[in-house]
């Protein structure tokens, strides 16, 4: 325990201290504000009272930008380009050890293996649910900002609703983050990691989805690929749009439920994974 905890530390240090990590979840958190409010705003702004903006009536518009709605939006984009940005965050922290060196030195000198991966695991967990709350407390300092311009109510989500999108965003990005982790491990690297992983969340997956249109038995596999699941989990928020075009990646196939199950199973794969391949493969 006490090896998990100096690694977890250690891990978060690094973590505190290397560009690049500020670099994707500041890129994350501007990706947010502008496709969930600015671009949104601008098209209420200069639409017509009455007629769509941005595909939706300008009154709907008006009430997902609103305090209250936070939850649902800023879940929306988390499905795919989100998830794609923490892919690539969780490829780097993994493949970048290979690559410096530091692996190497951690897995002959530190701590026990079990040790020093479970503390990236848990050190990457802790960016995600910071990095969500995060999100959470911006997008509502805007969305009042915008309320308060419009003349609108500045009332909050209710608290059950708000830690459910704090529940549903931490699950879609820890599964995509740790991903990504597993890709770096298999890779031995950053590079090829990255590559890969933005190849299956962008092409891929959606690739298939569209085949399983047309050969019905791959939809059994497709219902349960994780950007399935966690476009899913994403659709089952929408509320105030739900009759309007969905983001990209976000998906009604599977049920909240079932959405977090499948989730689930791929967080405890991803991180066996990892473990696994880190522990019994490379033999430094």
Do not use: C, H
Request: net charge neutral; glycine share 14%; no cysteine.
């Amino acid at each position: 325990m006490n090896d998990l905890l100096a690694s977890t530390r250690a891990e978060l240090l690094r973590l505190r201290t290397w560009p690049a990590f500020w670099i994707v979840l500041g890129t994350w958190i501007l990706l947010n504000l502008t496709f969930a409010y600015l671009f949104n705003y601008l098209a209420y702004t200069s639409g017509d009272s009455g007629r769509m903006s941005n595909g939706q009536p300008r009154d709907v518009l008006l009430q997902l930008m609103l305090p209250a709605a936070v939850p649902e939006v800023f879940t929306q984009g988390m499905a795919m380009f989100g998830g794609a940005l923490m892919l690539v965050l969780g490829a780097l922290v993994i493949g970048s050890g290979y690559g410096w060196g530091s692996w190497k030195t951690v897995l002959t000198q530190g701590p026990s293996r079990v040790a020093a991966v479970g503390g990236v695991v848990i050190a990457l967990a802790v960016t995600v649910v910071a990095l969500v709350i995060a999100a959470f407390v911006i997008d509502t300092g805007v969305a009042a900002l915008i309320a308060a311009t419009e003349g609108q109510s500045l009332a909050l989500p209710a608290p059950q609703q708000a830690a459910l999108g704090i529940g549903v965003g931490s699950a879609i990005l820890g599964m995509w983050t740790l991903a990504g982790a597993l890709i770096g491990a298999i890779a031995r690297g950053p590079a090829l990691a990255v590559g890969l992983g933005l190849v299956w969340v962008l092409v891929v997956e959606n690739l298939l989805r569209g085949v399983a249109g047309i050969f019905e038995p791959i939809e059994i596999l497709t219902d349960y690929l994780p950007g399935t699941a966690a476009g899913s989990l994403a659709g089952s928020m929408r509320t105030v749009g739900g009759g309007g075009p969905a983001t990209p990646g976000v998906l009604d196939v599977l049920g909240r439920t079932e959405s977090l199950l499948v989730l689930s199973a791929y967080l405890v794969i991803f991180v066996a994974g990892t473990v696994w391949l880190i522990r019994r493969r490379d033999m430094i």
